[in-house]
Protein backbone atom coordinates (compact mmCIF):
# COMPACT_ATOMS: atom_id res chain seq x y z
CA UNK A 1 0.00 0.00 0.00
CA UNK A 2 1.44 3.09 -1.25
CA UNK A 3 1.87 6.60 1.02
CA UNK A 4 -1.55 8.06 -0.52
CA UNK A 5 -3.31 5.33 0.08
CA UNK A 6 -1.73 4.82 3.48
CA UNK A 7 -2.98 8.81 3.97
CA UNK A 8 -6.52 7.73 2.79
CA UNK A 9 -7.04 5.04 5.15
CA UNK A 10 -5.87 7.16 8.23
CA UNK A 11 -8.28 10.21 7.14
CA UNK A 12 -10.95 7.51 6.96
CA UNK A 13 -10.01 6.12 10.83
CA UNK A 14 -9.83 9.52 12.38
CA UNK A 15 -12.07 12.57 10.33
CA UNK A 16 -15.20 11.11 12.86
CA UNK A 17 -13.05 12.03 15.83
CA UNK A 18 -12.14 15.56 15.15
CA UNK A 19 -15.25 16.49 12.50
CA UNK A 20 -19.07 15.43 13.38
CA UNK A 21 -19.85 12.20 11.77
CA UNK A 22 -22.40 13.86 9.34
CA UNK A 23 -19.77 15.96 8.09
CA UNK A 24 -16.85 13.73 7.82
CA UNK A 25 -19.48 11.18 5.75
CA UNK A 26 -20.93 13.96 3.51
CA UNK A 27 -17.18 14.77 2.76
CA UNK A 28 -16.69 10.89 1.33
CA UNK A 29 -19.92 10.54 -0.35
CA UNK A 30 -19.01 14.81 -1.93
CA UNK A 31 -15.60 12.57 -3.04
CA UNK A 32 -17.46 9.63 -4.88
CA UNK A 33 -19.49 12.24 -6.68
CA UNK A 34 -16.42 14.01 -7.51
CA UNK A 35 -14.27 10.74 -8.99
CA UNK A 36 -16.94 10.73 -11.62
CA UNK A 37 -16.70 14.19 -12.44
CA UNK A 38 -12.98 14.07 -12.29
CA UNK A 39 -13.25 10.92 -15.07
CA UNK A 40 -14.83 13.67 -17.66
CA UNK A 41 -13.22 16.92 -16.63
CA UNK A 42 -9.68 15.51 -15.66
CA UNK A 43 -9.14 12.58 -17.70
CA UNK A 44 -11.29 13.17 -20.71
CA UNK A 45 -11.17 17.06 -20.62
CA UNK A 46 -14.94 17.82 -20.76
CA UNK A 47 -16.27 20.38 -18.31
CA UNK A 48 -19.36 19.10 -17.14
CA UNK A 49 -21.92 21.92 -15.97
CA UNK A 50 -24.79 18.40 -15.17
CA UNK A 51 -23.14 16.02 -13.13
CA UNK A 52 -26.21 16.99 -10.89
CA UNK A 53 -28.58 15.91 -13.05
CA UNK A 54 -26.88 12.14 -12.44
CA UNK A 55 -26.88 12.68 -8.71
CA UNK A 56 -29.82 13.73 -8.14
CA UNK A 57 -31.58 11.23 -10.42
CA UNK A 58 -29.92 8.50 -8.34
CA UNK A 59 -30.94 10.29 -5.39
CA UNK A 60 -35.32 10.97 -6.03
CA UNK A 61 -35.55 7.50 -7.40
CA UNK A 62 -33.76 5.91 -4.47
CA UNK A 63 -35.79 8.02 -1.85
CA UNK A 64 -39.06 7.06 -3.94
CA UNK A 65 -38.18 3.14 -3.54
CA UNK A 66 -37.05 3.52 -0.21
CA UNK A 67 -39.88 5.72 1.23
CA UNK A 68 -42.52 3.98 -0.40
CA UNK A 69 -41.44 0.47 -1.19
CA UNK A 70 -39.07 -0.46 1.60
CA UNK A 71 -36.61 -1.29 -1.13
CA UNK A 72 -33.67 -3.32 0.14
CA UNK A 73 -30.86 -1.38 0.25
CA UNK A 74 -28.35 -3.23 -2.02
CA UNK A 75 -31.31 -3.41 -4.72
CA UNK A 76 -31.48 0.48 -4.26
CA UNK A 77 -27.64 1.24 -4.31
CA UNK A 78 -27.64 -0.94 -7.23
CA UNK A 79 -30.79 0.77 -8.93
CA UNK A 80 -29.64 4.30 -8.05
CA UNK A 81 -26.26 3.14 -10.17
CA UNK A 82 -28.30 1.82 -12.92
CA UNK A 83 -30.19 5.37 -12.85
CA UNK A 84 -27.21 7.49 -12.47
CA UNK A 85 -25.35 5.97 -15.80
CA UNK A 86 -28.82 5.42 -17.92
CA UNK A 87 -29.37 9.18 -17.20
CA UNK A 88 -25.81 10.20 -17.88
CA UNK A 89 -25.78 7.80 -21.65
CA UNK A 90 -29.10 10.11 -22.44
CA UNK A 91 -27.30 13.85 -21.46
CA UNK A 92 -23.90 12.34 -22.93
CA UNK A 93 -25.12 11.33 -26.12
CA UNK A 94 -26.44 14.57 -27.22
CA UNK A 95 -23.56 15.94 -25.88
CA UNK A 96 -20.47 14.45 -26.99
CA UNK A 97 -22.05 15.28 -30.42
CA UNK A 98 -20.86 18.96 -30.17
CA UNK A 99 -17.60 20.31 -28.19
CA UNK A 100 -16.42 23.19 -26.38
CA UNK A 101 -18.46 25.76 -25.43
CA UNK A 102 -21.27 24.12 -26.92
CA UNK A 103 -20.98 20.51 -25.19
CA UNK A 104 -20.78 22.65 -22.07
CA UNK A 105 -23.97 24.97 -22.28
CA UNK A 106 -25.41 21.53 -23.40
CA UNK A 107 -24.58 19.75 -20.05
CA UNK A 108 -26.20 23.12 -18.40
CA UNK A 109 -29.20 23.31 -20.70
CA UNK A 110 -29.97 19.51 -20.09
CA UNK A 111 -29.64 19.82 -16.10
CA UNK A 112 -31.86 22.88 -16.70
CA UNK A 113 -34.32 20.45 -18.14
CA UNK A 114 -33.40 17.86 -15.26
CA UNK A 115 -34.46 20.30 -12.65
CA UNK A 116 -37.62 21.81 -14.06
CA UNK A 117 -39.04 18.40 -14.16
CA UNK A 118 -38.15 18.02 -10.76
CA UNK A 119 -39.19 21.34 -9.11
CA UNK A 120 -43.10 20.92 -11.37
CA UNK A 121 -43.43 16.81 -10.47
CA UNK A 122 -44.14 17.71 -6.60
CA UNK A 123 -46.40 14.46 -6.40
CA UNK A 124 -43.17 12.55 -6.92
CA UNK A 125 -40.24 14.68 -6.26
CA UNK A 126 -41.81 16.98 -3.31
CA UNK A 127 -40.92 20.07 -5.94
CA UNK A 128 -39.59 23.27 -4.20
CA UNK A 129 -39.76 21.49 -0.55
CA UNK A 130 -37.58 18.32 -1.83
CA UNK A 131 -38.37 14.67 -0.77
CA UNK A 132 -38.65 14.44 2.86
CA UNK A 133 -38.68 11.07 4.87
CA UNK A 134 -36.32 9.13 3.20
CA UNK A 135 -35.44 5.96 5.47
CA UNK A 136 -31.97 4.42 6.25
CA UNK A 137 -32.94 0.83 6.14
CA UNK A 138 -31.05 -2.27 7.97
CA UNK A 139 -27.53 -3.66 5.93
CA UNK A 140 -27.94 -7.74 6.69
CA UNK A 141 -29.35 -6.62 9.70
CA UNK A 142 -27.03 -4.17 11.11
CA UNK A 143 -28.61 -1.44 12.03
CA UNK A 144 -27.23 1.77 10.44
CA UNK A 145 -29.41 4.80 11.73
CA UNK A 146 -26.58 6.08 13.89
CA UNK A 147 -24.21 8.25 13.00
CA UNK A 148 -21.28 6.22 13.74
CA UNK A 149 -22.74 2.82 11.98
CA UNK A 150 -23.70 5.12 8.56
CA UNK A 151 -20.47 6.57 8.30
CA UNK A 152 -18.44 3.29 8.09
CA UNK A 153 -20.49 1.82 5.37
CA UNK A 154 -19.76 4.94 3.53
CA UNK A 155 -16.58 5.26 4.34
CA UNK A 156 -15.88 1.48 2.90
CA UNK A 157 -17.81 2.40 -0.45
CA UNK A 158 -15.90 5.34 -0.80
CA UNK A 159 -12.67 3.34 -0.51
CA UNK A 160 -14.04 0.49 -2.84
CA UNK A 161 -14.91 3.56 -5.75
CA UNK A 162 -11.57 4.93 -5.41
CA UNK A 163 -10.25 1.53 -5.92
CA UNK A 164 -12.63 0.97 -8.78
CA UNK A 165 -11.85 4.41 -10.28
CA UNK A 166 -7.65 3.70 -9.83
CA UNK A 167 -8.40 0.44 -11.98
CA UNK A 168 -10.12 2.46 -14.61
CA UNK A 169 -7.35 5.38 -15.26
CA UNK A 170 -5.00 2.97 -15.17
CA UNK A 171 -6.48 0.57 -18.08
CA UNK A 172 -6.22 0.74 -21.66
CA UNK A 173 -9.84 2.58 -21.46
CA UNK A 174 -8.02 5.71 -18.75
CA UNK A 175 -5.03 5.65 -21.42
CA UNK A 176 -7.48 6.59 -24.22
CA UNK A 177 -9.38 9.03 -22.40
CA UNK A 178 -5.71 10.95 -21.45
CA UNK A 179 -5.38 10.47 -25.31
CA UNK A 180 -8.74 12.46 -25.96
CA UNK A 181 -7.56 14.78 -23.65
CA UNK A 182 -4.31 15.25 -24.89
CA UNK A 183 -4.90 15.39 -28.52
CA UNK A 184 -8.55 14.39 -29.90
CA UNK A 185 -7.74 14.68 -33.65
CA UNK A 186 -4.45 12.85 -33.20
CA UNK A 187 -6.79 10.29 -31.14
CA UNK A 188 -8.92 9.83 -33.40
CA UNK A 189 -6.46 9.62 -36.32
CA UNK A 190 -5.12 6.79 -34.42
CA UNK A 191 -8.38 4.90 -34.72
CA UNK A 192 -10.36 5.37 -31.56
CA UNK A 193 -14.09 6.21 -32.10
CA UNK A 194 -13.83 9.49 -29.66
CA UNK A 195 -17.54 9.99 -29.55
CA UNK A 196 -18.09 6.48 -28.23
CA UNK A 197 -15.13 6.96 -25.86
CA UNK A 198 -16.09 10.03 -24.70
CA UNK A 199 -19.92 8.54 -23.94
CA UNK A 200 -18.10 5.75 -21.83
CA UNK A 201 -17.00 8.12 -19.43
CA UNK A 202 -20.25 10.20 -19.14
CA UNK A 203 -21.73 6.73 -18.07
CA UNK A 204 -19.05 5.93 -15.89
CA UNK A 205 -19.17 9.14 -14.34
CA UNK A 206 -23.27 9.15 -13.88
CA UNK A 207 -22.54 5.92 -12.30
CA UNK A 208 -20.38 7.14 -9.47
CA UNK A 209 -22.52 10.26 -9.30
CA UNK A 210 -25.50 8.30 -9.05
CA UNK A 211 -23.85 6.36 -6.08
CA UNK A 212 -23.11 9.19 -4.07
CA UNK A 213 -26.60 10.49 -4.82
CA UNK A 214 -28.31 7.38 -3.07
CA UNK A 215 -26.06 7.82 0.08
CA UNK A 216 -26.58 11.84 0.64
CA UNK A 217 -30.01 11.07 0.22
CA UNK A 218 -30.08 8.28 2.93
CA UNK A 219 -27.46 11.08 5.01
CA UNK A 220 -30.08 13.60 5.53
CA UNK A 221 -33.15 11.94 4.89
CA UNK A 222 -34.19 14.14 2.11
CA UNK A 223 -33.50 14.86 -1.31
CA UNK A 224 -33.23 18.11 -1.56
CA UNK A 225 -34.18 19.60 -5.05
CA UNK A 226 -30.82 21.84 -4.79
CA UNK A 227 -29.41 18.56 -5.32
CA UNK A 228 -29.87 18.41 -8.63
CA UNK A 229 -29.39 22.38 -10.01
CA UNK A 230 -26.33 23.49 -11.47
CA UNK A 231 -25.56 25.07 -8.83
CA UNK A 232 -24.29 21.76 -6.92
CA UNK A 233 -22.86 20.64 -10.10
CA UNK A 234 -20.73 24.47 -9.54
CA UNK A 235 -20.17 22.75 -6.14
CA UNK A 236 -18.17 19.55 -7.24
CA UNK A 237 -16.44 21.34 -10.43
CA UNK A 238 -14.60 24.04 -7.87
CA UNK A 239 -13.86 20.75 -5.24
CA UNK A 240 -12.49 19.11 -7.96
CA UNK A 241 -10.49 21.93 -9.23
CA UNK A 242 -9.16 23.16 -5.91
CA UNK A 243 -7.66 19.37 -5.00
CA UNK A 244 -6.62 18.94 -8.45
CA UNK A 245 -8.21 17.57 -11.54
CA UNK A 246 -6.86 14.95 -13.75
CA UNK A 247 -5.00 13.72 -10.54
CA UNK A 248 -7.03 10.38 -8.71
CA UNK A 249 -6.57 12.06 -5.38
CA UNK A 250 -7.73 15.54 -6.52
CA UNK A 251 -11.51 15.14 -6.02
CA UNK A 252 -10.92 13.77 -2.57
CA UNK A 253 -8.58 16.54 -0.99
CA UNK A 254 -11.18 19.60 -2.64
CA UNK A 255 -14.34 17.25 -1.26
CA UNK A 256 -12.46 18.28 2.04
CA UNK A 257 -11.63 21.77 1.64
CA UNK A 258 -15.26 22.25 0.34
CA UNK A 259 -17.45 20.81 2.66
CA UNK A 260 -15.22 21.38 5.75
CA UNK A 261 -15.44 25.08 4.36
CA UNK A 262 -19.22 25.21 3.64
CA UNK A 263 -20.11 23.00 7.03
CA UNK A 264 -17.58 23.70 9.38
CA UNK A 265 -15.94 27.59 8.92
CA UNK A 266 -19.72 28.02 7.80
CA UNK A 267 -20.97 27.96 11.06
CA UNK A 268 -18.42 30.39 12.45
CA UNK A 269 -18.46 32.85 9.31
CA UNK A 270 -21.13 33.36 6.78
CA UNK A 271 -19.04 34.89 4.43
CA UNK A 272 -16.53 31.75 3.94
CA UNK A 273 -17.22 31.64 -0.13
CA UNK A 274 -14.92 34.66 -0.22
CA UNK A 275 -12.54 31.70 1.46
CA UNK A 276 -13.03 29.24 -1.60
CA UNK A 277 -13.19 32.41 -3.96
CA UNK A 278 -9.73 33.22 -2.87
CA UNK A 279 -8.58 29.47 -3.27
CA UNK A 280 -9.97 29.67 -6.81
CA UNK A 281 -8.18 32.30 -8.11
CA UNK A 282 -5.00 31.17 -6.36
CA UNK A 283 -6.04 27.55 -8.03
CA UNK A 284 -6.23 29.13 -11.83
CA UNK A 285 -3.43 31.68 -11.47
CA UNK A 286 -0.96 29.76 -9.55
CA UNK A 287 -1.56 26.02 -9.54
CA UNK A 288 -3.62 24.31 -12.48
CA UNK A 289 -3.43 21.30 -10.53
CA UNK A 290 -5.01 21.70 -7.51
CA UNK A 291 -3.64 21.25 -4.14
CA UNK A 292 -2.25 17.80 -5.95
CA UNK A 293 0.21 19.95 -7.79
CA UNK A 294 1.25 22.66 -5.18
CA UNK A 295 1.72 19.74 -2.74
CA UNK A 296 4.20 18.14 -5.58
CA UNK A 297 5.74 21.31 -5.88
CA UNK A 298 6.77 21.69 -2.46
CA UNK A 299 8.26 18.70 -2.03
CA UNK A 300 10.10 19.28 -5.82
CA UNK A 301 11.39 22.51 -4.07
CA UNK A 302 12.09 20.77 -0.69
CA UNK A 303 14.63 18.19 -2.61
CA UNK A 304 16.11 21.15 -4.46
CA UNK A 305 17.10 22.70 -1.82
CA UNK A 306 17.79 20.12 0.85
CA UNK A 307 20.30 17.90 -1.11
CA UNK A 308 22.64 20.59 -1.36
CA UNK A 309 22.87 21.35 2.86
CA UNK A 310 22.65 17.75 3.16
CA UNK A 311 25.70 16.66 0.83
CA UNK A 312 27.75 19.66 2.19
CA UNK A 313 27.21 18.31 5.66
CA UNK A 314 28.29 14.70 4.18
CA UNK A 315 31.74 16.52 3.12
CA UNK A 316 32.49 18.25 5.78
CA UNK A 317 35.23 17.63 8.71
CA UNK A 318 34.88 14.23 10.74
Same mark, same amino acid.
Given at each position: ???? *????? @????????? /???? !???? !??????????????????????????????? @????????????????? /??????????? /???????????????????????????????????????? $?????????? #???????????????????? %??????? *??????????????????????????????????????????? &? @??? $???????????????????????? $?????????????????? %?????????? +???? +??? *?? #? *????? &? %???????????? &??????? #?????????? @????????????
Amino acid at each position: MNRA *WLAIV @AAVILLPVV /LRHA !IATE !IWIFAIFGLGLNLLMGYTGLLSFGQSTFFGS @AGYVAGYLLKHYGTNVF /LVLGIGIVVGA /LSAAVVGYLCVQRSGLYFIMLTFALNQMFYFTAYQWTTVT $GGEDGMPGVP #RPSILGLDIHGPLPYYTVVA %VLFLLSL *WVMKRIVESPLGKILQAIRENELRAEALGYNVPRMKLAAFVIG &G @AFS $GLAGVLYAMLFGIMPLEAIGFVFS $GNVVFATLIGGSGSLYGP %VIGSFVFIWL +SEWV +SAM *WA #R *WPLLL &G %VAFVIVVLFFRG &GVVEAWA #RFWAWRAAHG @APAHAARADGPR
